[in-house]
């Protein structure tokens, strides 16, 4: 029998292969000495094109003129962000992994629901620019005014509106905590359950659900689609002229803030190397305040406010201790 | 309907500069190259060159991610001809027909099949888009859980023509597709997942497991052949057999014309699109076809209905991210990512005021598709080559590269062990003659069909019959599969009787 390929062939071609793998490997841009010395990971737990994984690439141009070593993107996605969490802590704390992800809510998500392997206070956060909000929100056409004519329907009827919700959500939580203020029946709405904030701002904008809770910075992009209702914030900071949650239920209403999202590193990392932590925030810190990196985000609609670590990690603390408050919501629905 | 003013404009734009086409062929080649790789996605492609494009222009950096796009759906089929690995979940349907074509030494026919097909539908449904965009945006938010359900349900009608030889060993693999694609955590926030391992909160990663069971079951059961194609005469890799090919897919145009429609129609609903698709394609041209019982078995029809509605489901993707700035799937999310980066916002305003830009887009995916015809014929020459390479070094080598793929695509060992666990699971169904692209298609329908009859159930409150009257849109989808299935019944009882009454006229 004739072989076309013989074992030299195919020798031949692994070493040509191997040869390209080579070459194609990426340089180190800048060598210098001390942190950092080579490209530094970055952990994303979500896939490719969501927001953080956006917001990751976006910045990281910058972040790599400030840091003079290249950032290398590791997507992994899945489980509600436990599976890229707990690969992300399994890194080892020497600076040369950091994350970007959603760690409010994600991370004492993963805690309360998902037995997660690790604790909040093993996450230090260095900013968390995107600070994102529940909006309650209806098709453009519909029938529905405002907050008020929201809930008293629901006083009226618990059942007369569908919900477009994400089970275990921030989300969640802020519809249970107005329904409480309201004296309305938690058991007796009628929720419809997605799988992502996507879906649920697809289906409040083409009037397959009444109204949909969901980020309210998902929402941007379909303004032209929805009348918002509610924002579950103090503030309205993207200008939707909806009711607040403290014009509706009272200045001291209890909410929590949707997905905070940003850079983070191992806690035990700041504690084991404050040299190189310090020159990771200033790098972080100078990216985010240079004019063309805010210009560029802006440009798509991500986030660059410099908020610092002590303002970040302790809103994801705060975020943590009413999430847990409110465990038993977080339960499937 | 269509502007010629903008169209006026679209050409002028498109043809001032140079630089919108120097980025059409190196993104075809990119495309191509990462589409046949198994288990990079389209969307994975595209997100590796999406940093590239922060460096030009608006259209030449759509124009190169489109590109990719396209080439990158037809990409996929290529090692699904070959080696019955769909490179992406859209190619499931063309290794029904197209793998058994190659076996039979056929694979240059095969491949040009395909192109040609792929080629054909890119250009349909950009001509569709352009007359379809105004009226997608109208109709596709307002699609709900039951209009979804109902196009599941279609696609599981697929599973009865899946069956093979045994109709209960069919329904039965279907079954067993169906509940892996239930594991993990349901759209209601409830975890099936008894192990409690952390992988499968999300459930089974479908494609490793599409990859076991399709191809590494099939290449174990061949450790004892020599060569994909036993006739070494057959293994000639022919240029003019694979312009035959393209030939033969030229003589179905109704085929062509129903893949079209379908994935066009399919690809404009956010998350369903074209691994869909190409299953509703290929299950309504085989209930329709006189040869149906040569399906499965290497019949071209069933390659041209399958190629032919995955690429023309881009078209529908796009329709709805044009229209409605929203994303329906990955590939589309990082196209509106590159509109970000260029500081422009996709949506109705988008169109409105850009007329030209979007006449621009769809004219350059014309170009796209013709180029695709020239780069690809060239691609699938060079990769024909596996059928000369001998299954000693070639099935550990795909082994090795959809481990890989399948470590790319979940990041960690799950990937991997999906894999093997699911090439056990197929070689022992192939083994003991239960149809494992039954169980293929009930693993990719399976979450569909249950999150969507959750929703239905949770909007309606119990009440499916009123709910189900005041959602025209689902009623309408349920009277054209009652209708098609009629239609289909009733031809078959007239071929059946014409065949009964043969014998008496020649008496």
Redesign the interface.
Known sequence: ?????TRRD?LRIASVGAAAATVASPAILRAQSGYPDRPINVVIPF????YN??LA??S??FLQEALGQPLNM???????A??GH??FMQQPDDGYTISCSSFGPYVPLNILT??APFTVDDFHMINLPSQDYTLMATAADSDIQDAADVIARLQENP?SL?IGIQ??SADLVNLMLLLDAHGIERDAV??????GG??AR??A?????DIALVGGQGFL??R??IRPVLVFDEVDNDDWGGDLITDVSGADAEFVYGSQRGWGVHSSFVEKHPDRYEILLNAIETASKSPEMIE?LT???LATDWRGPEVSNRALRNTAAVMEQHIDLL??? | MIEFNDVNAALTLLTSSLDAWIWLIPGLAIGLFFGAMPGISITMAMAIFLPMTMYMDFLPSIIFLTAIYTAAGFGGSVPAVLMNIPGTSSAVATTFDGYPMSRAGRHNEALGVALAASVIGTLFAYILLMFLIAPVSRVVLKLGPLELFAVAVWGMLLLGSLTGRSMSRGLLAGAFGVLVGTMGMNTAGHLRNPLELPWLFDGVPVIPAMMGLLAASQLIGLITTDYLIEDEASRKISLKKIIGGMRLALTHPTIILRGSVIGVLVGTIPGVGSSISNLLSYSETKRNAHDADTFGTGNPKGVIAAESANSSSEGGAMATMLALGIPGGGATAILLAAFAMQNIVGGPSFIANNKDIVYAIIFANFAQAVLLLGIGLGFVYIAGYVVRVPLRYLIPSVLVVSTFGAYAIEGNAAGPITLVVFSVIGWAMVRYGYPVAAAVVGLLLGSLLEQNLIRTNQISGGDFIGYAMERPIALVIFALMAISMALSALAKHRRKSRLANLPDQSM
């Open positions: 029998m004739n072989n076309n390929f195919m896939d490719t094109g969501g994984d956006r690439r976006a990281a141009p590791i997507n992994r996605g899945g489980a509600g436990l599976l707990t690969f998902q037995d059942g569908s089970p275990a009628r929720l419809v359950t997605y799988d996507g879906p697809n289906a904008a083409g009037g397959v659900v992009p379909l032209e689609q560029s440009n798509q609609q339960a499937g629905t």
